[in-house]
């Protein structure tokens, strides 16, 4: 099996991986092991550390005719992510330690490792004091975000950002002024004017950026800003991190892969917040991958029904992407020779793994046994009734991507099997 694994230098030569007992137990030559049950990757196959994907949506509590936590594991195993982080904006939010413990012992027997992002402000409203974060942060919360309902108090955010310093939890931000981006079903451009629908334009995702950047340098506490997509939002990170802002930031595959003409035919599946952006937005968030200016690639997996997602204008925002994330960065960033096979797992695995503090991410001896099997070469085209969410919105459906997911361990546990 070829073995890729940044946290160890790692750059695909072949080797064995020894998992036991729920730990990498030797990765090297041709390892001995008596009564192992083998994969022979046939110099074919590629092993890496579980995907890490800091930003997933799994309905539960609140929404169980979208996605439940088994349910959305089950999808992660699919798609090679080990460990997730899922955000707040459930029914009820996660703004008690309840809710935070009601997500990880549901959790306890899920296919994935899961991590929690409690809400900022309780019930995520915008007018509502702050949550008790150390009681959150007890309570086993990883992250603190409003994810789509962002703090619009900038002075609240503020307090967010310095008390979540304090405990040492990152605050990962959606930026969006949502006084500019009311009303909008996609990127305010030529396409939207040319298909008579009203737009977000970027600058309602630019200010949000600015803002957090701001808050973070003023009070020297660090800020993560989640799916980037503009290319003015790429400018301010990279200007600020120049500074010494504590500033990081992530993407996801449909902002390096698509853009706003996919939205000419009307589906819904296709929209989200941010929307897919313009040709110039595609290619600067790839420079940002590039060069270090985003560390990470998350999929804002977010599930919707058939039904809501029927009406054009009336759908939610959101698509579904832990299934087709491995394939994506695979199909557009690594066969065009845009990032390295390295780069790529270092982008969804190592680097997301550290962002948060987990001991994930790595395929070094002693960590746990989270790996990803997979075949860089086969192609499949994505049919969403073939997906294992409980949802459909794939924003990648129909599409043929190069990269199968062919295994899965969990914590030494075989949680996605396909032909292996
Ligand atoms: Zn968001
Ligand atoms: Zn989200």
Not at 75 to 96: Q, R
Not at 130 to 154: H, I, M, T, W, Y
Not at 339 to 359: K, Q, V
Not at 370 to 385: I, L
């Given at each position: ?53 800091m930003h ?118 959606h930026c969006e ?9 996609m990127n305010?451009g ?10 977000v334009p970027a600058a309602a995702e630019d200010?949000g950026t ?14 993560h800003i989640c799916h980037v997509s503009t290319k003015t939002s790429v400018a301010l990170i990279r200007d600020a991190r ?5 500033v990081t930031g992530e993407t996801a595959p449909h902002y390096f892969a698509l853009t706003d003409e996919e ?7 296709k929209?989200m917040s941010p929307p897919l952006r313009t040709e110039e937005d595609r290619l600067t968030v790839i420079e940002a991958l590039r060069d270090g200016t985003l560390q990470a690639i998350a999929t804002d ?18 698509s579904?992407g832990?299934?087709t994330s491995?394939?994506a960065g695979i199909t557009f960033l690594v066969k065009p020779g845009l990032l390295?096979?390295?780069e790529l797992?270092r982008l969804m695995?190592?680097s997301p ?42 924003v990648f ?24």
């Amino acid at each position: 099996m070829k073995v890729t694994d940044p946290a160890s230098r790692r750059d695909g030569a072949v080797a064995d991986i020894l998992v036991e007992d729920g730990a990498i137990r030797a990765v090297g030559q041709r390892i001995d092991a008596k009564d192992a049950e083998i994969i022979d990757g046939e110099g074919r196959l590629h092993a890496a550390p579980g995907l890490v994907d800091m930003h997933v949506h799994l309905r539960d509590p609140g929404f169980p005719d979208k996605e439940d936590i088994l349910s959305g594991c089950r999808a992660a195993a699919a798609g090679g992510v080990t460990s997730l982080l899922c955000m707040p904006n459930t029914k009820p939010a996660v703004d008690t330690p309840e809710t935070v413990r009601y997500i990880l012992d549901k959790a306890a027997n899920a296919d994935a490792h899961v991590y929690v992002a409690a809400a900022i402000t309780k019930g995520l409203g915008d007018a509502a004091e702050l949550c008790d974060f150390q009681a959150l942060r007890e309570a086993g919360a990883c992250a603190f975000s409003n994810d789509g309902r962002p703090v619009v108090d900038s002075r609240k955010m503020a307090q967010a950002m310095r008390a979540a310093a304090e405990l040492g939890v990152p605050v990962v931000s959606h930026c969006e002024d949502l006084y500019l981006s009311a009303g909008g079903l996609m990127n305010e451009g030529a396409v939207s004017r040319a298909l008579g629908v009203p737009g977000v334009p970027a600058a309602a995702e630019d200010c949000g950026t600015a803002r957090e950047i701001a808050l973070a340098a003023a009070y020297g506490v660090p800020v993560h800003i989640c799916h980037v997509s503009t290319k003015t939002s790429v400018a301010l990170i990279r200007d600020a991190r120049r500074r010494g802002v504590q500033v990081t930031g992530e993407t996801a595959p449909h902002y390096f892969a698509l853009t706003d003409e996919e939205l000419r035919d009307r589906d819904a599946d296709k929209r989200m917040s941010p929307p897919l952006r313009t040709e110039e937005d595609r290619l600067t968030v790839i420079e940002a991958l590039r060069d270090g200016t985003l560390q990470a690639i998350a999929t804002d997996h977010a599930p919707h029904t058939p039904q809501e997602k029927a009406d054009f204008a009336k759908a939610p925002n959101g698509s579904i992407g832990m299934e087709t994330s491995l394939a994506a960065g695979i199909t557009f960033l690594v066969k065009p020779g845009l990032l390295t096979m390295t780069e790529l797992i270092r982008l969804m695995s190592t680097s997301p793994a550290r962002l948060l503090g987990l001991h994930a991410g790595t395929l070094a001896e002693g960590a746990p046994a989270d790996v990803v099997v997979f075949d860089p070469d086969e192609v499949w085209t994505v049919d969403p009734d073939s997906l294992h969410g409980k949802s459909r919105n794939a924003v990648f459906k129909g599409r043929e991507l190069t990269g199968r997911v062919k295994a899965t361990i969990c914590g030494g546990r075989f949680v996605w099997r396909e032909g292996v």
